[in-house]
């Protein structure tokens, strides 16, 4: 039975679908109970309704009080949603009214507070809470405790920058939870591993299984918000590797998916989809979605930049240089340094000067591309050296620059024969 609110919070951690629905169906609290209400939180974000779980997690929160211990589970399960939705704000406000500690959640707070104080920036507080947060989950002698404890101390480290940690907590957490059948807990641990993976040592190989582990886990319980990220980033892996088999497989999934329009609220669709119609040379294609997604909520700047990029490499393509030349300007003054970035935001900055590069040899403005890949954008000179001449030798490509290369072949071709004609 699920009478309280700590009940449901340590059942969510196992929870399937299926358990989920079979729990609903035998409910007896009223509507109103913190557990009923709880319950269909959670419910609520297998379904991919994470703001209509946090709605129902704040009223139940808001019937109860403070110290309680029901509003201690209540907070936790809060917590995690709004990490996962990255609304900081919010958690900070949670964490300040959160006063009852329940033995069992108090390594979990802590590892919540780290991962608040990384985002804020105070990376030594997040140090010292994390590792503290980590040795009491361990002398807890509690697997399901350890490893959600790991997962949130993973991406406190993430935050922080310290990747190589990161990654290591996210393995190991993913070892736990897998050990305690906590399946979408794990794939969460997973998507942190493969993001590192694939954005901080562009091992595009190590990307694709993690992410393939996250979207087994999703799809064995039955969550369908992980199960809808980890194939939009299989989909995105494949693009940047030039896979077209995996490419093509992943779009299919997509295209069947029944909520097939929130798959298009993702950036990593966006870019997948436009290399995929880019090798085809179906530029109109691609031009129409990069207009589509200016237009998508929350889409930052550095995003912005990717996307002009790309389209100043149609207007090469297209034979229209001076469109390339103002596309390429509003890209590269989008991507000005900044002192803290996200990982992700970060490797969006670098691609957008690659590609806005890439569009100035195209059209011969040698200078302007030179001046993108300076070295003091953070350009690895590895990438300097593929651009000066077309087409890109593929096989010298880092393995998550294969796709654009392919995109950037097809342009160069094309303004080619525009030159001819």
Request: proline share 3%.
């Amino acid at each position: 039975m699920l009478d309280r609110a700590s009940d449901v919070h340590h059942f969510a951690l196992v929870a399937t679908a299926e358990s989920l629905r079979a729990a609903l169906a035998h409910e007896r609290a009223p509507s109103y109970a913190p557990a009923s209400l709880a319950l269909r939180a959670v419910n609520r974000a297998f379904e991919s309704d994470v703001p209509g779980a946090v709605a129902l997690l704040r009223r139940a929160l808001h019937d109860r009080s403070a110290a309680s211990d029901d509003a201690a589970y209540l907070s936790d399960l809060l917590a995690q949603f709004l990490v996962s939705t990255g609304d900081f704000a919010s958690l900070a406000d949670i964490l300040r009214d959160w006063r009852s500690v329940p033995a069992d959640l108090a390594s979990a707070k802590s590892a919540i507070d780290a991962i608040l104080q990384a985002v804020l920036g105070d990376l030594p507080a997040s140090r010292v809470l994390a590792r503290k947060s980590i040795s009491s989950a361990r002398e807890s002698g509690a697997p399901r405790t350890l490893g959600r404890v790991l997962c949130r101390c993973a991406l406190a480290a993430y935050y922080r920058g310290d990747y190589d940690e990161a990654r290591e907590l996210a393995l190991e957490a993913a070892r736990e939870l897998e050990s305690e059948a906590a399946y979408w807990s794990a794939a969460a641990s997973y998507s942190v591993a493969a993001s590192i993976a694939q954005d901080w040592n562009q091992n595009g190989e190590l990307a694709a299984a993690y992410f393939a582990r996250m979207l087994n886990h999703a799809e064995r319980v039955g969550h369908n918000a992980l199960r809808r990220t980890a194939l939009a980033a299989c989909f995105n892996v494949a693009a940047e590797m030039f896979d077209e088999a995996s490419h093509a497989d992943a779009r299919a999934l997509l295209i069947a998916r029944p909520e097939r329009q929130q798959h298009q609220e993702n950036y990593v669709i966006v870019i997948a989809e436009v290399l995929g119609f880019g090798w085809k040379g179906e530029f109109a294609a691609a031009e129409a979605i990069l207009t589509a997604s200016a237009a998508m909520p929350g889409i930052s700047e550095r995003q912005r930049a990717l996307g002009d990029a790309f389209l100043a490499l149609i207007a090469a393509a297209n034979g229209d240089a001076e469109l390339a030349r103002t596309r390429v300007r509003t890209a590269l003054e989008r991507t000005a340094r900044a002192k803290h970035e996200p990982l992700h935001e970060r490797r969006y900055r670098a691609l957008a000067r690659l590609l806005s590069a890439a569009a100035c040899f195209v059209i011969g403005d040698v200078d302007r591309a030179k001046r993108a890949l300076s070295a003091r954008y953070g350009v690895e000179p590895r990438y300097r050296e593929l651009l000066v001449s077309f087409p890109i030798d593929l096989v010298r490509c880092p393995e998550l620059f294969r796709g654009y290369a392919a995109f950037i072949n097809v342009v160069s071709e094309r303004a080619l024969a525009v030159v001819r004609t």
